[in-house]
Structures are given as structure tokens and as C-alpha cells.
DNA sequence: AATTCTGACAACCGCTCTGTG
DNA sequence: ACACAGAGCGGTTGTCAGAAT
């Protein structure tokens, strides 16, 4: 393909993707003058390329130490995922702490995510609301069973073995806590709602200030995190007594019995993975890097509290 | 084998931010 | 304080290869 071309008053801008030759051309601008200086490039009739074009190639493919082809890495989704959870779609900001990966490489990375998490959740599709007493307690045993979901993948299954531990293990702590539903969680048209607490950050990111107090550590997990939640309109979702139509399917395929969904989740965090939330193969506490894999793993990803309005 | 679906990637567009005169 | 240009960012769309049907 050789490239949309459009007409301007300086003459033809050149469009579509980069040949090899105006890749050199570039390069060569660059190590003679340094990653600035765009505009220059088509001004000295280098290239036909805006220099927004010039500077996207060339931080987004050009530039040296870039992994091209490389999947991400568990370790980088869930920083990308704890870091969003932090800062919302910060992508350039994300892509400083991910070595050798661009804010496009992250956006990438995430709107895949959220296309593939969406699909699946899709598949979940609830029964209609008349079906159900929806006064009624949602007892997960006496939900009526749905489809076995279809999963794209092996990984989206062992995702969902995966998060029936999880949820296993967290249910087993909160015996006595009023049970809630969570569709809003997996509903496609509220995936915001994954990221537990994204919507809050968005509206309020941190300053710069704030952000050198939250990194370059990326944030460990908490106990005392789900206060976050409580803080969240997510909240408001919680209470809805629908809460759990798109749960069912997961529950009733793993068959969770009486297991009930708190109001107020429990705490991720590594101890509560030895205790009874699961050990690794090696015989390790199974941690948030064990769920490397699509969605389960990060719906109960604990986020690093926001500061409260005072401390900004 | 043909078609459809999906994920990954590349690139463009519009808007905002920042520096400069 | 203002206008302007360049740079940067985030959202979106298009393309393509491989997998699934």
C-alpha cells in the first residue's frame, strides 16, 4: 500500500504506513538533531509527513529499546492494571514504568483487554429481570443454571477456574456479611466498574505531586484497600439488590453452594492467600501474579487508596 | 478450503498543554 | 495577558495475520 495522500496548501501530506526508506530519513534527522524539531522535517522537505506524524513513528516504533512483538509480560499487565486502577487512562505515564513499551503499546494493550473482557462478560448475558424474585435473597445455589459460558481461549478458562478460587477464598471470609449481587461488575456496558474504583480516580487524577507519593512503588496490596470501594458510587452498585445476575453462571458452573457475596470484600492480600485462598503449584501462596490471565485476575485487584482530599 | 472472528498493532484525529515572542 | 506554533496525549479507527468455525 502506498498511502492515502492528502492535498494541503504546502502540498501533498503523505499518509498510511511508513516505508522503509522514510524510516531512514528519520533516523537520520533524529541523530543528527535529536527526537524534536517534527515540523522541520517536512518544512526541509525531508519527508511528506506531518511532523506529528514523524514524532508518533518514531516514539512508537523507532525509537531504540522498544520490544517490538513481545507480549506483555504478567508482571507488565498488572502493573498497566494497578497503575490505571491508580491514575485512570494515563497511558504515556503508564508506559514510563513499563521498559521498552509506548503509551500506544498500553492503550493497545488495555482496549484489547477490555474488548476481550467484555465479550466474555457478553456471554454471560443475564436472564430477564421477570424470572426472578428480585426481592428475593440471591441464595447462589437456587439460581437457575445458566449456559456454560463459551471462552475464547484455554486461558480464559483457567482465568475462570482461576477466579472461582478467588472468589472461594474471599466468600469463606465473610460468613456473616449481607449478601450483595455484582452484576454491574461484569456488566459490559459498566467495564469501568472492573477496575474498582477507576471512575473516582478519573475525576480526581493525582497531581504530579501526588503521583511521585504513589511511584515509582507500584502499590502492594491491602487490607484496608476496600475502604476504597465503600468510597465509589461502585457502592451504590453493589447495594442494587439485582447485584448478581451475571455472577450466576460463574457460580453455578463452579458450583460455590451457599457461598455468598459480601458486602465489603476481604482482603487480597498475600496472607489471605495461604489461608484458604490458595497455594500455588510450587506450594506458594498464590498471589495477584497468579492471575496473570484476562479478567478474573484483576476484579478484585486491591488498589492503593487515593489520598483523601486533605492530604492533596 | 472458505469464511468469520479476534487480537495485536499501526496510524490518524482532535484536543490540550507548554513555551515563546 | 494574549496569540501562536509545536509537542504531547488519549480516543478511535483501519489493517492484517492467525485461530476458530
Known amino acids: 500500500m502506498d498511502g492515502k495522500r492528502v492535498c494541503d496548501e504546502r502540498g501533498e501530506i503523505k499518509k498510511g504506513p511508513w516505508k522503509a526508506e522514510e524510516d531512514e530519513v528519520l533516523i537520520n534527522h533524529v541523530n543528527k538533531n535529536g527526537p524534536r524539531e517534527w515540523s522541520s522535517i517536512r518544512s526541509k522537505g525531508l519527508l511528506q509527513r506531518t511532523g506529528k506524524s514523524c514524532r508518533l513513528r518514531w516514539v ?3 525509537r531504540p529499546n522498544l520490544k517490538h512483538g513481545v507480549k506483555f509480560s504478567a508482571e ?3 502493573t498497566v ?3 490505571q ?3 485512570g487512562n494515563k497511558w504515556a505515564r503508564i508506559a514510563t514504568y513499563l521498559p521498552g513499551r509506548t503509551d500506544n503499546d498500553v492503550k493497545n494493550f488495555w482496549s484489547s483487554r477490555q474488548k476481550r473482557l467484555a465479550r466474555i462478560l457478553q456471554t454471560q ?3 430477564p429481570k421477570s424470572q426472578k424474585n428480585s426481592s428475593e435473597s440471591h441464595v447462589l445455589h437456587d439460581v437457575p443454571a445458566l449456559e456454560t459460558p463459551k471462552l ?3 486461558t480464559e478458562e483457567e482465568s475462570l477456574s482461576k477466579t472461582q478460587s478467588c472468589l472461594s477464598s474471599y466468600i469463606d471470609h465473610s460468613a456473616t456479611i449481607r449478601m450483595v449481587s455484582l452484576p454491574e461488575l461484569f456488566n459490559p456496558n459498566s467495564l ?3 477496575q474498582l474504583g477507576f471512575t473516582t480516580t478519573e475525576k480526581k487524577p493525582c497531581s504530579d505531586s501526588q503521583f511521585q507519593l504513589c511511584f515509582p512503588q507500584i502499590p502492594q496490596l491491602q487490607s484496608d484497600n476496600l475502604l476504597f470501594l465503600e468510597s465509589q458510587e461502585l457502592v451504590g452498585g453493589l447495594r442494587d439488590p439485582d447485584f448478581l445476575d451475571v455472577f450466576e453462571g460463574h457460580f453455578n458452573r463452579y458450583e460455590l453452594g451457599d457461598a455468598q457475596i459480601p458486602t465489603v470484600l476481604p482482603s487480597f492480600g498475600p496472607e489471605n492467600f495461604q489461608n484458604g485462598g490458595g497455594v500455588g503449584e510450587n506450594g506458594n501462596p498464590l498471589t495477584p501474579d497468579s492471575f496473570s490471565d484476562d479478567f478474573p485476575m484483576d476484579m478484585f485487584d486491591q488498589v492503593e487508596p487515593l489520598p483523601s482530599p486533605s492530604e492533596w
Do not use: D, G, V
Open 125 to 127: 448475558t443475564p436472564p
Open 81 to 83: 492494571i494497578e497503575l
Open 152 to 154: 475464547s481461549s484455554s
Open 85 to 87: 486502577a491508580q491514575i
Open 60 to 62: 512508537n516504533k523507532l
Open 76 to 78: 507488565e499487565e498488572r
Open 192 to 194: 469501568h466498574l472492573l
